[in-house]
């Protein structure tokens, strides 16, 4: 049935016979303690929140949760959710031409004035499309009228834009805390005076981090190759720089409480953003730089307030690497002691080998859940030079070891493989360690010790060091899984795994340019969707979509890449220059490793770009060295790093 315009109050009604029909109806009542419903007729300026994946994920997604309290303290604007309907919501909901709507109001997506989709990685392009159509706004942004909502788009994937560039209206490169209101604000006007749409996409392209796809054509080169991007006009900047906030702002605490089980059932405090250990392979490393830290009391006041609000007996302690935080042994302990007679759970879900030290086990070790995970990503010596994670065999077996001791029955350990430079033994290796670190465990719980071992597959990501390089073939990934499976089909040790075709549509999705839009179309209308979903992945899909338009995958994944090969994401700037980013490649190729850049700062670039910020948030606010010199520059000028840091 064709999906039609229908009011909130119809939508309910036909709600009422779809909801007894589907699995897990709590996902699309709403309702819940702590969602926010505004008047929608009193509030001039309406925000579609969405996560394109099913609410028991969308509702454990961080970003989300702060836009909504952030937009929602405004007098002036109101933030619903959205989730994608599971597939036998949507199938109910297309036979009873039910449009999408929002949990809070039960408004169609199109009523909305700007809808928002947060794309934290890339297997999220098809639900995208889905959720439109189904919301009934138009798919492709050149079909939008100037009454359709505008469609905006942030997170972690839109560090290259150009596969989502013709859905996508204007994309938020960076954090959103503060460019949200930006954005609000330039809407508000540009309805105030009821210019094209067109005028609103130039004026958000003027706003710092908005980057609209619209004022630009991308050209290729012989042999397909992106070549430039010219700008359609005079206005559209060369390049668009990620949006960061100085400093953390006073995090969230008044969570909603979800009617059913999601994904973590918890209350996520980040406690610091951006990680200074530069990993090679770490998209989120690079992109989420500086590292910035809140303080132990605006933690602990936050756990108290959310507490208060959600009655939740879990903490989760975020961060790209928690036990990197300067204060973090103070913290648990702090929030241990305090909470010792709630049962409360203190989760640190990402934690480094080398910074886990005994202390910081003692604190975390009451009450226990779960297993305790690891990423040592590597297994031989030249591996961890050549990714830069040197952390050494002996350092894990010891840290596991400290960890069986402590009650803990299960280790969970990631590992990637995947690297051209990767052979057979650093694979056997892997399993190798895996067994080792069960010796250990046996040496002291015995029979009970439990490893589980999760192999994810290297994809070389746009904007770090090796983004020149190329993809293993399905082919190399499968004999080096095969290897994996045979030797550690082993009592007590779990394995799990990611498809290499899953692997392959991230990499094509993450490395693509503007033409891969064609494609993320056409496989979805040949029925892809939830292909973050190992069991949804519709590779033929994908196959049949590269064909029809015309392109060969292996071009985007296979190539190694020259050093001067223009990237079709090199407009987007994320102030890590790319003469840095070239050396660490040299580097790696060489199997030479970077400390620590807190303990010596390597001038990736970003200081340069950043150093008003840094110099009006100085001291240990953020991770980086203070910025003193204030003398004003050209644009052009190379500063030294001598010139900008304080060597004390
Ligand atoms: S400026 Fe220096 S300390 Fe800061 S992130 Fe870059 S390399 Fe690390």
């Known amino acids: 049935m064709e999906l039609t315009k229908l009011s909130p109050v119809e939508i309910q009604k036909r709600l009422q016979s779809i909801l007894p029909r589907v699995q897990k109806p709590g996902r699309y009542t709403g309702g819940e303690l702590n969602q926010i419903v505004k008047d929608w007729e009193e509030i001039p300026t309406r925000i579609a929140l969405v996560f394109p994946d099913i609410y028991d994920l969308g509702m454990s997604n961080l970003g989300l949760a702060i836009l909504y309290d952030l937009i929602n303290q405004r007098h002036d604007a109101l933030a619903e959710r959205v989730f994608s309907p599971w597939l036998d919501m949507e199938t109910t909901m297309r036979e009873a031409g039910l449009p999408l709507y929002s949990l809070e109001t039960k408004h169609s997506l199109c009523d909305f004035d700007i809808i928002g989709f947060s794309l934290p990685y890339e297997t999220?392009?098809?639900?995208t499309l889905n959720i439109l159509d189904l919301g009934n706004v138009p798919t492709l942004s050149i079909d939008r009228a100037p009454d359709d909502?505008?469609?905006?788009?942030?997170?972690?994937?839109?560090?290259?834009?150009?596969?989502?560039?013709?859905?996508?209206?204007?994309?938020?490169?960076?954090e959103g805390e503060?460019?949200?209101?930006?954005?609000?604000?330039?809407?508000?006007?540009?309805?105030?005076?009821?210019?094209?749409?067109?005028?609103?996409l130039l004026a958000l392209a003027k706003i710092w981090g908005v980057y609209v796809p619209s004022l630009y054509e991308a050209k290729f080169g012989?042999?397909?190759?992106?070549?430039?991007?010219?700008?359609?006009?005079?206005?559209?900047?060369?390049?668009?720089?990620?949006?960061?906030?100085?400093?953390?702002p006073t995090p969230t605490t008044r969570f909603i409480v979800p009617y059913i089980d999601t994904v973590h059932n918890r209350i996520p405090i980040e406690i610091m953003r951006g990680c200074t250990r530069g990993c090679r392979f770490c998209h989120a490393g690079i992109v989420t730089r500086p590292v910035r830290e809140r303080t132990v009391d605006e933690i602990t006041s936050a756990i108290e307030s959310a507490?208060?609000?959600?009655?939740?007996?879990?903490?989760?302690?975020?961060?790209?690497?928690?036990?990197?935080?300067?204060?973090?042994?103070?913290?648990?302990?702090?929030?241990?002691?305090?909470?010792?007679?709630?049962?409360?759970?203190?989760?640190?879900?990402?934690?480094?080998?080398?910074?886990?030290?005994?202390?910081?086990?003692?604190?975390?070790?009451?009450?226990?859940?779960?297993?305790?995970?690891?990423?040592?990503?590597?297994?031989?010596?030249?591996?961890?030079?050549?990714?830069?994670?040197?952390?050494?065999?002996?350092?894990?077996?010891?840290?596991?070891?400290?960890?069986?001791?402590?009650g803990w029955t299960s280790i969970k350990l990631y590992f990637m493989v995947g690297h051209p430079l990767e052979d057979l033994e650093d694979v056997q290796a892997i399993a190798d360690l895996c067994k080792a670190v069960r010796a250990e465990g046996r040496k002291v719980i015995g029979k009970k010790t439990r490893v589980h071992a999760g192999v994810s597959t290297f994809v070389p990501k746009p904007h770090t060091p090796f983004q020149w390089v190329a993809c293993d073939t399905v082919e190399q990934i499968n004999i080096k899984l095969n290897l994996l499976k045979r030797e550690l089909h082993t009592p007590g040790i779990k394995l799990t795994w990611n498809s290499p075709e899953e692997t392959m549509l991230e990499a094509w999705l993450s490395r693509g340019d503007r033409r891969l839009s064609d494609v993320v179309f056409h496989a979805w209308k040949r029925g892809a969707k939830f292909d973050a979903w190992q069991d949804q992945l519709n590779f033929q899909a994908w196959m049949d979509?590269?064909?029809?338009v015309g392109l060969e995958p292996a071009f985007f994944t296979h190539r190694h890449r020259p050093l001067d090969e223009v990237f079709p994401w090199d407009h987007i700037n994320t102030t890590v220059r790319k003469k840095f980013l070239v050396e660490d490649y040299q580097w790696s190729t060489r199997a030479e490793t970077r400390v620590d850049c807190r303990d010596q700062c390597f001038a990736c670039g970003i200081l340069p770009t950043f150093a008003d910020l840094r110099r009006q948030n100085p001291g240990k606010v953020w991770q980086c060295p203070d910025v003193k010199s204030k003398r004003p520059?050209?644009?052009?000028?190379?500063?030294?790093?001598?010139?900008?840091?304080d060597a004390s």
């Open 545 to 548: 979509a590269f064909n029809l």
């Open 307 to 406: 507490l208060r609000y959600t009655g939740f007996d879990e903490i989760g302690l975020l961060s790209l690497s928690s036990s990197d935080y300067t204060h973090i042994v103070e913290l648990v302990h702090e929030v241990s002691e305090r909470y010792k007679t709630n049962h409360l759970s203190i989760s640190l879900p990402s934690l480094r080998i080398e910074s886990v030290s005994v202390d910081l086990m003692n604190a975390i070790q009451r009450p226990r859940r779960g297993g305790f995970t690891l990423a040592p990503e590597a297994a031989t010596e030249k591996m961890r030079q050549i990714i830069n994670k040197p952390v050494s065999t002996a350092q894990l077996l010891d840290t596991a070891r400290e960890i069986y001791s402590r």
């Open 178 to 200: 503060d460019v949200i209101h930006e954005i609000i604000e330039t809407y508000q006007e540009w309805k105030g005076r009821s210019q094209s749409r067109n005028g609103l």
């Open 149 to 174: 909502p505008l469609v905006i788009a942030g997170g972690h994937a839109t560090y290259n834009p150009e596969p989502m560039y013709q859905f996508i209206d204007a994309f938020v490169i960076g």
């Open 633 to 645: 520059r050209s644009k052009n000028e190379f500063i030294s790093l001598e010139s900008i840091i």
């Open 124 to 127: 999220l392009y098809t639900n």
């Open 222 to 248: 012989e042999g397909g190759t992106f070549t430039h991007l010219v700008k359609l006009h005079n206005e559209a900047p060369a390049s668009v720089t990620k949006r960061i906030v100085a400093k953390l």
